[in-house]
């Protein structure tokens, strides 16, 4: 389905920028507590609006995934 697609689209490109975030460690030994905290809860927000049923656009991230043209019909 498109929903399906919008957000997973989303999540992918979510993945990549924080696997690279975390990949960089650019993040200093201080704020790594901060900084899982603060993906973890990003991580938590989006999945319980995608279970919601809402379409949300993430800043910037949005824009990325629109770049993919995936499209699977079944």
Known sequence: ????????????????FLFFLDF?????????????????????????MTL???RFRLPMLYDLSQRFKIDIQS
Request: charged residues 10%.
């Open 24 to 48: 960089l460690q650019i993040f200093p030994a201080k704020f790594s507590a901060m900084y899982l905290a603060l993906k973890f809860v990003l991580v938590l927000y989006c999945m319980i």
């Open 52 to 54: 919601k049923g809402r």
């Open 1 to 16: 389905s498109s929903f399906a697609q919008f957000h997973g689209k989303q999540a992918l490109v979510l993945a990549v």
